[in-house]
């Protein structure tokens, strides 16, 4: 039996589908012939990321395939449901990339907090004429310690934030729509750790109250953080997007850092992929990755070898 990864496979997920039999097939099939290939190769399960589509149209159009699986957590760029309806399975990895991401919004967090993004942007330019003035123009840092973090959507990857939080010393809070309350685990490097139980707030009380935001909701059909979210959060906010494009409002976004209600954002994903808007690769106040949340060696691993463990289990028994 054959599987497609078109959107790529770590190596030791493609080991454990061969040892069990499968033969995993690498290609990359552009968006418009992957009916074509799916059907001439007799694919079975076709393993995908963010950046394939699998709609109404190509799971009609491929009576072979009996899995979906995405590498990942959100589905939006598979019709689930339809899927289901016409008796294939569609499976996900949602906790494999959890720490992955908590670390980039950290990354973000502590880069902004320290100017580091601009730093790195200046230093090359001027490091060597303008050393004394850059210097006092990055001398008003700020600790993360003792800062309140303002968690929406308090899910794996959000917990997994709120875990690296209270270990750097900060207070959380956070809001979700079906979690009420959490008991997030820390643990240590010498096998010790501790519980704290979280309540979740209104979304209103973390916009109010926060003074690092971060976002960690799925694909909406509406903004999450647009101009009413901005005008209640204090001045000075620094928010971060690492889970959909589309879930804060761009526009609203640069309008709020340029009137100084926002001091800086950190941004790893965008309304606009793969052409994010030049207003805010521009920005001197914003950080940027290009959607790179789960792309650690160690999340790959954990996504090929829970992706070949489900498809093992759903085909082989």
Do not use: W
């Not at 809070?173 to 979740?200: C, H, L, M, P």
Request: with cysteine; charged share 20%; net charge neutral.
């Amino acid at each position: 039996m054959k599987i497609l990864a078109n959107d790529g496979i770590s190596e030791s997920g493609v080991n454990a589908l061969e040892k069990a039999g499968f033969e995993v097939l690498l290609t990359t099939v552009a968006q418009e012939q992957l009916s074509n290939y799916i059907n001439e190769n007799a694919i079975v399960a076709l393993l995908v990321r963010s950046a394939t589509k699998v709609r109404k149209e190509l799971i009609d159009s491929c009576p072979t395939l009996k899995i979906i699986g995405r590498g990942g957590v959100g589905m939006d760029n598979i019709d689930v449901e339809y899927a289901k309806s016409k008796g294939i399975e569609v499976i996900n990895t949602p906790g494999a990339s959890s720490h992955s991401v908590a670390e980039l919004v950290f990354a973000h967090m502590f880069g902004l907090a320290r100017f580091l993004h601009d730093a790195n942007r200046n230093m090359p330019l001027e490091g060597d004429s303008k050393f004394k003035t850059l210097k006092k123009s990055y001398a008003n840092g700020m600790e993360l310690r003792g800062r309140t973090i303002g968690i929406i959507g308090f899910g794996r990857i959000g917990q997994a934030v709120a875990k690296i939080a209270l270990g750097v010393g900060m207070k959380v809070i956070a809001s979700d729509t079906f979690i009420g309350k959490a008991t997030v685990n820390v643990s240590f490097y010498n096998k010790q750790s501790i519980d704290v139980e979280i309540e979740t707030k209104p979304v209103k009380d973390v916009l109010k109250n926060a003074d690092f935001i971060t976002l960690h909701v799925p694909a909406q059909k509406k903004y999450i953080i647009s101009k009413k979210e901005f005008k209640s959060m204090k001045n000075g906010t620094v928010i971060i997007n690492a889970a959909r494009g589309g879930v804060l409002d761009e526009v609203a976004l640069l309008d709020a850092i340029n009137t100084g209600k926002v001091a800086f954002a950190g941004l790893d994903t965008f309304e606009n992929e793969p052409t994010p808007e030049i207003q805010l690769l521009m920005h001197p106040n914003i950080s940027l990755t290009p959607h790179i949340g789960a792309a650690t060696k160690e999340a790959q691993d954990r996504i090929g070898l829970e992706l070949a463990s489900q498809i093992i289990a759903i085909l082989k028994n």
